[in-house]
């Protein structure tokens, strides 16, 4: 199995920053694409961005140009740089990795276990 385990998250004033990381463990050969998504009180759960092993990345409309994704593969370990934030980013933010059990190429999802970003305005 593989765990994710997030953290960074927390209370901020709008217009501060905040950076989340997310490490992967476990008995994967391989993971591939890495991501946040999030999801704020009564709302579906939303993709923020993510990025593939090779580093290009996708973003939301609603967060392009304020957060940035980056990973370290040799860790396993995503990381989340939001600046700028806004009181609609108050969500609790997921880690999402597509990880490779069998060297087959059966990609599954992971999911960590999220954390809190409040933004007070």
């Known amino acids: 199995q593989v765990q994710l385990v997030e953290s960074g998250g927390g209370l901020v004033q709008a217009g501060g920053s905040l950076r989340l990381s997310c490490a992967a463990s476990?008995?994967?050969?391989?993971?591939?694409?890495m991501g946040w998504y999030r999801q704020a009180p009564g709302k579906q759960r939303e993709l923020v961005t993510v990025?593939?092993?090779?580093?290009?990345?996708n973003y939301a409309d609603s967060v392009k140009g304020r957060f940035t994704i980056s990973r370290d593969n040799a860790k396993n370990t995503v990381y989340l740089q939001m600046n700028s934030l806004k009181p609609e980013d108050t969500a609790v933010y997921y880690c999402?990795?597509?990880?490779?059990?069998?060297?087959?190429?059966?990609?599954?999802?992971?999911w960590g276990q999220g954390t809190q970003v409040t933004v007070s305005s």
């Open positions: 999402n990795a597509e990880a490779d059990l069998t060297g087959w190429g059966n990609y599954i999802d992971y």
């Open positions: 476990g008995s994967m050969l391989s993971i591939n694409v």
């Open positions: 990025i593939t092993t090779g580093g290009s990345t």
